[in-house]
Every structure is written in structure tokens, then in C-alpha cells.
């Protein structure tokens, strides 16, 4: 209660005025406090009789407290590390279908906390849960699919494990929801492997899918699978041989791949005058995926500046597909006001001096 | 239902409809659901999970505190404003009139909870989401739900004060969601000395995740539909019990 005779406003004044000043040493103190901050990781058996029915939502109110935290600095490193361990694990426990706890867990421990092997354990943990989900429920999930992507990516990157790495490509690369990506990693190390006919099967997988963009995305990696397989034998006979094979009747494909093998890649394939190995179906369906990838990357555009990209942007952007031979050749990307992207063909270059006889003329 | 049941039933929800407090919870529910956005956005990824995940227990909490602020002082304050005379004294049963009271609060506190679920699809789908099974199967698990504590709120408001009769009405919502989850502690031979407890305390309590399909909607994973028809039936028959044992409470009860 204020004095009497002190007025009311004059008390409530000075008391924000203390409250004012106390914030600022009170705010360091506090950030002092929270770097020393202690976390609880409570056993993930009390958490789930506490979440009371909802371990879904208890799992994501868990992470959400634990996300500040992966980037934070600790003064302990050991208690973020219990802390973050203890979380992942009892994230993934109370919902064995939260993918992100799976992929951002593992690429945090392995990239920022440089644990592989506990990467590759919570990874392979999140595999088994998916196993046992998908057993049980007699049907595979896009989430289960990319868990074993992960995985795949995990012993390929952190335990350089080829065999582990094929054999879970393998198993991701037999589920419906598998990406072209994903096929074209495990058809890449088959090819190394020598493992051609296995590798063209896998290749093929989606080449009559009914999604047209599904079909021709699996044709294209289809022929780029028959491409590698031919520039392989191609650079076995140039180190045999010490040049390039005139034809593919010189290449020899038959002796080199067996005739099954053989007759599957050669469809399509000729060898130019340089002696290179080409194909004019590859060449097609990869010119259109790249149309395909600088319209995406053009509406992308938009999205953010609210106009379409002018050509030299999509040209300059080294990011994107349009080089090499995702191109033409001689041929420029090209944008119309509809935001289409073609590849249209380059001006013919004027001699040098062209410009100053004109002006010359003019003058 | 009779006549003289629908119309308490009917001047029950009229009179709910016009509690403030249900509207205070109402938007409550409502700003759940629109905030369980922001908690997407401040995940790295599975953003729609989070909103279905956040909603959905918001959803179930509302049907709690509908419950526990409006179901559990029901009685209480028919009692004090005096109208129960008006509805007892004429032809109206003391059972008809709880049953009655039941239907109205029920009626009511579904209209709500509907609703809210009708915003929350929609903000799935706002935000590129679609609508499964397993949503309208966790919507119906929590109707279910709601029918069996709108009956423990009326039969602890028939039996004690209304201040009671909430923290009971919560206290069944904690231990029929827990219940299963203490049984869990106890499998493959794990806490013998409690195994016995836990398993009596699972099989005489309502076990509220009967209903309750919240966990598998963001998983995709397909719906039980048998599963929930017989919680639905489990539910109903909770609800029964505590209704009889409401009318019980009620007949006795002098005024």
C-alpha cells in the first residue's frame, strides 16, 4: 500500500523504473543459467505414462523442446550429449514412425557431433521399427522407404561399407515408393560391381509405370544405366587398345557382357566419330528432365520474386542442369512470358571487326 | 427417448449453448488448432504432423474441460437455481431428467468438438495436407471418449460438489488414458510386484485408449475399424454404468 500522501502513480512508477533496471543484469544472469542449463531426460517409461494416451504428441512436444538445443552451445558437451542421445531415444520410442527424429537425429550426430555409430544405430533401429510396423500391418510406408535410404547413405558415407550399402539399396529399391535416385545409387555400384544384368533389372523396374512422369524419368535412368554399362567396356578397350573402338561391332560387346547383357545395352547405341559411346534416346529423355528441372527451378523463382527468371538466370546459375550434355549442343535455355523453358538454338557469332565496319558504314 | 426427455435434453443444450464458459473453451480449442501451425513451423520437417498431433489432443482436451468446467456442475447448478423443482415437480422421473441432462450435455459437447474437427480439416488441407481414415477415426475415438466422461462428470456432480466432481472427472480422464501404459511397465516379466495391481487396475477402470486412435493418424498406418467399433460399444458401456449409477445417486438424493 502506497504512504499516505505518496500517490499511487508514483509508487506504480518507480516500482516498473526497479523492475526496468533489475532486467538488465537479471537478463545476463539468466543466460549464464541456461548455457549451464540442466536437462532432465526422464526414462522413456515414465514418459509414456505420463503422456496419458498421447505418446504422438509427447514425442513432438519432446523434440520441440530438444530442437534449440542441437544448434546450442552447452559449457557440459557430455550433458547435451546425454540430453540429445536421451531425446532421440525416446522420441523414436514413444513414435517409432517419426521420420525427422530418424534423419535429422542421425545427420546431426554424424555431421555435427561426429558419432557415425550412433547414426548409423538410430538409423538402423528406425529400419527395424519400420520392419516390425510393416510386417504387422502387411504394407510398406514412404517413411519406411526412406529410413532405408538413410541407412544406405549412412554406411555408404560413415562406415564406407559397400556391401551394407547395396544390400539396403537392395531392399529400398524392391518397395513401390522408391525413387529414381535411390535405383540410380544402387544400379551406379552394381555397375562398378560388374553386376550388369542385376543392375539393368533394377534399371528397369518403373520403365511402364503408369505415371508418365514416373515412366520416363525410370526410362531416361534405364538408358543412362546401358550408357555407363557401354562407356565401362568403351574404357576397356581404349586401356586395352590405347584408342577409342571405331563401332560398337569393334567394341565387342558381346564377348565383354555376355549376349543377354549384351543385346539389352546395345539396343539404341552408337559410337560417334570421336569414338565416344552415345545414345539419341538418352539424349531425349535427358533433354526433357532438364526442361523438366529448370521449369521447377523457374516457378521456384516466381514463387519467391513474383516474376519468371530472365534466360541469362537460368543460363548463369551453375546450380542447375543446363550443361553439358543436359543440353543440346549449341543450343541456349530460353524462357517465354508462360514461364515455358525450351533450348533454343545459339546465334551464329559475328566475326570480330563485324560490328565496328558497320558502325564505320553508319558513320 | 420420450418426450419429456428430449425436452430437458433440449433446454439443456440451449442452456449450454449459452454458457460462456463453453465458449471459452470452444475458442480455446480453437486457438489450438491454429497455433499447432506455428509448432509445424518451428519443427525441421513433418509440419502436418505436428498440427494433427497438437490438434488432436486439443480436441481431447476439450471435450475434458467441457466435462469438467460445464458436465460436472450441471446438476449443481440446476439444484441452485432451483429449476430442477420445476422439472421434478411435474411429470418428469428423476431418471428421465438425467438422462436428459446427459443428452443435452452430450448433444452440446459433440456439436463443439465436431466443429472443431471440421476447422482442423480444413486446416490440414489448407496447408496441403489430406484427410485419412485414421482422422475420422481418431474424431470418432474422441467422441466415443467424450460420451463416457460427460457420464463420470454427471455421476460425481450427483454424488459431491461440483469442485469434486471435476478434479474426479480430470482424475478418470489421467488414469483412463494411464492405465494401459502402467499394465506396459509390467510385460515380458518386467515390475512383478506390481504386475497383479496394474493388471486389476486396467480391467476395473474405464481405459479411455479404447478409443483413442490419435497416435496412428500421422503414422498412416490403416484403421482398425473393428478395433473401434468395440471401443465404441466399450465406451457406451461405461457411459451406461456411470448414467444408472448417476440415476441412482439422483433418486436418492434429497432436496
Redesign the interface.
Known amino acids: 500500500m502506497p504512504a499516505p500522501g505518496v500517490p499511487a502513480w508514483v509508487v506504480a512508477a518507480l516500482a516498473l523504473g526497479g523492475a526496468v533496471v533489475l532486467q538488465g543484469p537479471l537478463g545476463d544472469s539468466n543466460a549464464l543459467r541456461r548455457r549451464n542449463d540442466f536437462r532432465y531426460t526422464p526414462d522413456t ?1 515414465v514418459v ?2 505420463l ?7 509427447a514425442a ?1 512436444t519432446l ?2 523442446r530438444a ?1 534449440p538445443d542441437f544448434s546450442r552451445e552447452f559449457s557440459d558437451l557430455d550433458q547435451k550429449r546425454r540430453w540429445l542421445s536421451g531425446v532421440l531415444d525416446i522420441a523414436v520410442e514413444l ?1 517409432p ?4 527424429a530418424y ?2 537425429g542421425a545427420t546431426y550426430l554424424s555431421l555435427i557431433d561426429r558419432r557415425s555409430e550412433e547414426a548409423v544405430a538410430l538409423l538402423e533401429r528406425g529400419a527395424r521399427k519400420f520392419d516390425e ?1 510393416e510386417q504387422a ?1 502387411g ?1 510398406t ?3 519406411g522407404t526412406r529410413v532405408r535410404v538413410e541407412l544406405a547413405m549412412a554406411y555408404w558415407m560413415l562406415r564406407r561399407d559397400r556391401d551394407a550399402t547395396i544390400r539396403e539399396l537392395q531392399i529400398a529399391a524392391q518397395r513401390p515408393d522408391c525413387d529414381e535416385l535411390t535405383r540410380g545409387m544402387l544400379v551406379g555400384l552394381m555397375i562398378g560391381d560388374r553386376d550388369d544384368l542385376l543392375a539393368l533389372n533394377y534399371a528397369a523396374a518403373n520403365t511402364e509405370h503408369s505415371d508418365p512422369l514416373v515412366r520416363d524419368r525410370a526410362r531416361l535412368e534405364y538408358e543412362r544405366t546401358k550408357l555407363r554399362i557401354a562407356r565401362r567396356v568403351a574404357n576397356d578397350f581404349e586401356a586395352r587398345e590405347g584408342r577409342r573402338a571405331k563401332d560398337l561391332a569393334e567394341l565387342a560387346l558381346g564377348q565383354a557382357l555376355g549376349d543377354t547383357v549384351a543385346t539389352l545395352v546395345a539396343d539404341g547405341l552408337e559410337v560417334d566419330a570421336e569414338g565416344r559411346v552415345v545414345s539419341a534416346r538418352f539424349d531425349e529423355l535427358n533433354w526433357a528432365e532438364s526442361i523438366r528441372a529448370l521449369e521447377y527451378a523457374a516457378r521456384i523463382y516466381r514463387d519467391d520474386y513474383g516474376c519468371w527468371p530472365d534466360a541469362a538466370w537460368l543460363n548463369d546459375n551453375k546450380l542447375f542442369v543446363a550443361r553439358g550434355e543436359n543440353m543440346p549442343p549449341h543450343t541456349h535455355v530460353a524462357i517465354d512470358a508462360d514461364g515455358r523453358v525450351t533450348f533454343a538454338p545459339d546465334e551464329p557469332e559475328t566475326a570480330p571487326g563485324d560490328g565496328d565496319r558497320g558502325d564505320a558504314e553508319a558513320e | 427417448m420420450n418426450a419429456r426427455t428430449r425436452a430437458i435434453a433440449l433446454a439443456t443444450f440451449r442452456e449450454s449453448v449459452r454458457d460462456r464458459l463453453l465458449l471459452l473453451v470452444v475458442v480455446f480449442a480453437i486457438a489450438l488448432v491454429l497455433f499447432s501451425r506455428v ?1 509445424g513451423w ?5 509440419e502436418l ?2 498440427v494433427q ?2 490438434s ?2 486439443g480436441l ?1 482436451l476439450l471435450g475434458l474441460f467441457l466435462a469438467v468446467l460445464v458436465g460436472a456442475g450441471s446438476l449443481a447448478r440446476e439444484v441452485e437455481r432451483r429449476t430442477v423443482y420445476t422439472a421434478l415437480t411435474r411429470t418428469a422421473t428423476r431418471a428421465e431428467f438425467i438422462v436428459g441432462r446427459y443428452a443435452g450435455l452430450v448433444a452440446v459437447f459433440w456439436l463443439c468438438q465436431l466443429g472443431a474437427a471440421a476447422l482442423l480439416a480444413g486446416w490440414i488441407v489448407v496447408w496441403g495436407g489430406a484427410l485419412h481414415g485414421a482422422f475420422f477415426a481418431a474424431v470418432a475415438g474422441l467422441l466415443c471418449e467424450t460420451l463416457v466422461l460427460t457420464a463420470i462428470a454427471l455421476f460425481l456432480g450427483a454424488l459431491a460438489a461440483p469442485a469434486i466432481a471435476s478434479v474426479g472427472t480430470l482424475a478418470a ?2 488414469v483412463g ?2 492405465t ?3 499394465r ?2 509390467t510385460a515380458n516379466g518386467r515390475n512383478p510386484d506390481f504386475a497383479m495391481a496394474f493388471e486389476v487396475l486396467y480391467r476395473v477402470l474405464p481405459n ?2 479404447s478409443v ?1 486412435f ?2 496412428a ?6 484403421v482398425d475399424w473393428g478395433a473401434l467399433g468395440m471401443g465404441a460399444l466399450y465406451a457406451a458401456c461405461w457411459a451406461v454404468a456411470f448414467l444408472a449409477g448417476a440415476v441412482a445417486l439422483f433418486r436418492r438424493r434429497q432436496f
Open positions: 517409461d509414456r505414462v503422456s496419458f494416451g498421447h505418446r504422438s504428441t513432438d523434440w520441440l530442437l513414435d514412425t517419426f521420420l525427422t534423419t535429422f510396423i500391418d504394407r510406408y514412404p517413411a | 509448432l518451428l519443427s525441421v520437417e513433418d504432423k505436428m498431433d497438437f488432436l489432443t481431447s480422464y489421467l488414458h494411464g494401459e501404459a502402467l506396459d511397465l479411455l485408449e483413442n490419435i497416435n493418424t500421422t503414422s498412416g498406418r490403416p
